[in-house]
Structure formats: C-alpha cells, structure tokens
C-alpha cells in the first residue's frame, strides 16, 4: 500500500490532496481455492476558492489484474461506505472492475462556536465549535460487470447522482452530511451521512 497524505484537516479537508494506492493479492491459485489480484487507486483533492468557497474531488478506480470469474461474494464494486455515489445509497452495484468521480462545491455560511454554558453539565463540551457548509454534489461512477450482471441494472452503464448538502462540523472532528439527492432513474430522497473520527 502506498499513501501520501498532505490533507490540512482530515474530518474535513480544505486544502491539500491524498493519493492512497493499494495492490491487494487474495489466494494462492493452487488446490482450487480463489486467485485474485486487484489495483484500488484513491486521488483526492481540496482547493480554496477565496475566503469562503472550497472544492473537494475524489477520483478512484479498482481493477482486476486477473480477469477471471470470481465468486459473486468478491465481486464488491460501489454501494460500500466509502465507495458509494449520492443519490444511490439504497443500491448495491457488483463487478469486476469500477470507478467514480465526486466533487462537492462547498460554501461556508458559519464558521463560530456556540457556549452552552450551564446547560451542558459537562465542562469539556460546553463550548461548541460549529462550521456549516453548504455543498453543491455531482457523482458520476461507472461498475463494469462482465459475469454477474442479470438482475442488476445498474452495471455496464454510466451512474449520475447530484444535490445539495448542509455540512456541519463540531467539536473538530464529528462530521454530519445532510444531502438531498438525485440519480439518473429521477428517485430523489434525503440522506444522512456522519464521519466520527477518534
């Protein structure tokens, strides 16, 4: 695995980019058990655009060097957290190979703390520090699936899911994502996403 992480603040980046690179071999090829070589790269990248406005884009690709059938059980692509498109959370899409684009094109419109005061009983949280995004979504992801792909309409064909989100950040590193969501089928829906970084 290779990793080079030059993010200013990981729960939520604003500048900076993460390259993670991962080869990953799975059985031995012998007494008939699974055989399995696949590459997984990650590109992300976080831009400031003036004072308030910032764009986040992640790129990611999984290839299999073996092309062989494999067992429907590894043939994981998107619908896994991290690897999801918005707008098609409810969908698992299997296959042999997949990539994805997402981007978010965030706004600050709060960046402040907020005193409790009294009314927390514990000290350390009764001062809150609250930043609030709003982000403008566009996913486009692509699974290639050349062995199980009955039943599933969502592979070997282009996935486009976009939105709008209110990001909120506390206490430095509790995420919270609330995204309203559209997919190329027309279904909309608001989602919940959180990050808890420990």
């Given at each position: 695995?290779?990793?080079?992480?030059?993010?200013?603040?990981?729960?939520?980046?604003l500048k900076g980019f993460?390259?993670?690179?991962?080869?990953?071999?799975?059985?031995?090829?012998?007494?008939?058990?699974?055989?399995?070589?696949?590459?997984?790269?990650?590109?992300?990248?976080?831009?400031?655009?003036?004072?308030?406005?910032?764009?986040?884009?992640?790129?990611?690709?999984?290839?299999?060097?073996?092309?062989?059938?494999?067992?429907?059980?590894?043939?994981r692509a998107l619908g896994?957290?991290?690897?999801?498109?918005?707008?098609?959370?409810?969908?698992?899409?299997?296959?042999?190979?997949?990539?994805?684009?997402?981007?978010?094109?965030?706004?600050?419109?709060?960046?402040?703390?907020?005193?409790?005061?009294?009314?927390?009983?514990?000290?350390?949280?009764?001062?809150?520090?609250?930043?609030?995004?709003?982000?403008?979504?566009?996913?486009?992801?692509?699974?290639?699936?050349?062995?199980?792909?009955?039943?599933?309409?969502?592979?070997?064909?282009?996935?486009?899911?976009?939105?709008?989100?209110?990001?909120?950040?506390?206490?430095?590193?509790?995420?919270?994502?609330?995204?309203?969501?559209?997919n190329h089928l027309g279904?909309?829906?608001?989602?919940?996403?959180?990050?808890?970084?420990?």
């Amino acid at each position: 695995a290779l990793s080079i992480d030059r993010r200013d603040f990981r729960p939520y980046p604003l500048k900076g980019f993460h390259l993670k690179s991962v080869l990953r071999k799975d059985g031995l090829g012998a007494f008939d058990d699974r055989e399995a070589l696949t590459l997984a790269t990650t590109y992300s990248n976080y831009a400031k655009i003036g004072k308030r406005f910032s764009l986040e884009t992640i790129l990611k690709g999984q290839f299999s060097l073996i092309r062989i059938q494999q067992p429907y059980y590894n043939s994981r692509a998107l619908g896994f957290v991290p690897d999801y498109l918005r707008g098609y959370e409810y969908y698992i899409v299997d296959g042999q190979d997949y990539g994805y684009l997402k981007s978010s094109f965030r706004y600050e419109l709060f960046n402040n703390e907020i005193d409790f005061g009294r009314y927390m009983p514990l000290k350390k949280m009764r001062i809150m520090p609250l930043r609030v995004y709003i982000s403008f979504n566009n996913d486009l992801g692509y699974v290639y699936n050349p062995f199980y792909n009955e039943g599933n309409s969502m592979a070997n064909r282009w996935l486009w899911g976009r939105g709008l989100g209110l990001d909120l950040i506390t206490y430095n590193d509790k995420v919270w994502q609330i995204q309203y969501t559209f997919n190329h089928l027309g279904e909309k829906g608001l989602f919940i996403h959180y990050k808890f970084i420990f």
